[in-house]
């Protein structure tokens, strides 16, 4: 849970990013910015925090250890107040510039940000906040000269638009803190930097990562076992799928003998999806627990695996809501084409 209806601007302080591929693409700030007024202030920490969720969350990590870890230096030193903010804050800046190393890295405007009075899962603390803006939109101003009317045109900041960021919580420490990420441009390999290279950071295993997970690997099963290869239809994938669904919404604690016994029923399909899962954890390098708390907004962000389509050529989406067992799939020798026979009572 966020509450951050009580934030504050502690610090504050910008400097300009790029790629390392460009020249003269970073500019530092030597100081902070000076005292805000109320209205600018308020804008800032809605354009800073409307776009965080309480979902997953991340930790600070580095095969040697934390001691090693540049960020994770960087952030302490700031909460204990041991180096002057704008000091630390450039070190972050150059830390950044140095790992943007792809040319399509965009400059942008680089927000080092210490906060106060955020509320995090029923914990009141304070936070460093990094975020950098990308991407400018074209905005219009209208000016008014005696009685007539003007129109200029500038290039500035979307306030509704953030595209990157992260909260750094001042709890958790020894773990690497916790830590929340925003990352609207995060699509191809130069926008991995943010999150792989700059911040370094795993997934913090709690419910939301242990149910997240298992989704994965639910999904990853049908896709990979339940099969027409393995002698199974897809509105058997569509069946495991939807009892799968149904579990986590109705559930407030996995346990997975009985996700077993009550989703997927067979003997059988039972052994052959223990066997997958030792697959799934060793290809992802990952843990799948069988007992957990389920977490709600986890089942929310993962959603779409639940989708009940069916992709028929190009020609046709089924959408399957009800009962797959009404549908009846065949192979019609004359047009050479398969086919799906639907049982309904009326329509509507």
């Known amino acids: 849970m966020f509450d951050f209806s009580e934030a504050s601007l502690a610090d504050i302080i910008i400097h300009k990013v790029g790629s390392n591929q460009e020249e003269e693409s970073l500019s530092l700030s030597e100081a902070p910015l000076p005292q805000l007024n109320e209205d600018i202030e308020q804008v800032l920490i809605d354009f800073f925090l409307r776009p965080f969720k309480p979902d997953a969350y991340y ?40 790992v943007s190393s792809h040319p399509n890295i965009k400059k942008g405007e680089l927000y080092i940000v210490h906060l106060n009075g955020l509320v995090v899962d029923d914990e009141i603390t304070d936070a460093l906040g990094i975020f950098k803006s990308e991407n400018k ?67 913090r295993e709690d419910d939301f990562y242990d149910t997240k997970n298992y989704i994965d690997l639910c ?62 954890e060793e290809q992802y390098e990952t843990q799948t627990n069988d007992a957990f708390g389920i977490s709600k907004p986890a089942i929310k962000k993962q959603n779409k695996y639940f989708r009940p389509v069916i992709k028929l050529d190009r020609n046709f989406h089924l959408y399957v809501h009800g009962n797959p067992d009404n549908m009846e799939k065949g192979y019609d020798e004359m047009r050479r084409m398969n086919y799906y026979k639907l049982f309904f009572n009326e329509e509507n």
């Open 59 to 98: 930790h600070f990590n580095h095969p040697n250890g934390l001691d090693f870890h540049q960020m994770y230096q960087h952030t302490s030193n700031i909460f204990s107040r041991e180096e002057s903010f704008a000091e630390i804050s450039k070190n972050i800046a150059k830390h950044l510039h140095l």
């Open 137 to 203: 939109d074209t905005f219009l101003k209208i000016i008014q000269q005696n009685n007539k009317y003007d129109v200029d045109m500038q290039s500035g900041i979307n306030i509704k638009k953030l595209d990157k960021g992260c909260l750094i919580f001042n709890t958790e420490k020894e773990e690497g803190y916790k830590i929340s990420i925003v990352d609207k441009t995060n699509a191809g390999q130069e926008a991995m930097y943010w999150t792989n290279d700059f911040l370094q950071v795993d997934f």
């Open 219 to 280: 999904k990853a099963f049908s896709d990979g076992v339940l099969t027409e290869d393995n002698n199974f239809a897809t509105p058997d994938q569509i069946n495991f799928l939807k009892r799968s669904k149904e579990y986590f919404e109705n559930h407030d604690k996995f346990e997975e003998d009985d996700f077993q016994q009550n989703v997927i029923h067979e003997p059988d399909i039972i052994e052959a999806f223990k066997d997958f899962k030792n697959e799934f």
